[in-house]
């Protein structure tokens, strides 16, 4: 199972569908949240190569259609332990350290089945608004 394609761009879903996904996009359109993280088992496991720097990516919404489009400007994998706070506040989340920021991930993942440890591999991918 690949990730869907809009207007020749693969879509960028990020967290669940409903309010979380809506929280956000809505991060996103005003510029706070210029960065995601997503596991590499995952992409792996759906047959998706990593983001690029330069590659766009359409930003859908919860019905599924496109709202914005985004360009990924750094792609880096790193153990989930070793992810830095840099790039954990560049998601806009609004969380206060880094152990905030591990927790909310780590409740997320397990909540969506796939537990995170330590050495579990991070997809961290920058981008901006274009």
Known sequence: MSWPRVGGLRALELGAPGEMRFRLNSLVLTGSKRATAGLR??????GERLEHVGEQLA???NDGHQIATVE???VV??????VPWEFAASEGEGDADLEEWRAGHRHYWASVGTPVEGETQ??????KLV
């Open 72 to 74: 990924v400007t750094d």
């Open 122 to 127: 991070v997809v961290c991918v920058r981008f």
């Open 77 to 82: 994998v790193l153990p989930f332990d070793r």
């Open 59 to 61: 930003l859908l919404s």
């Open 41 to 46: 088992a995952e992409y792996e496991a759906e």
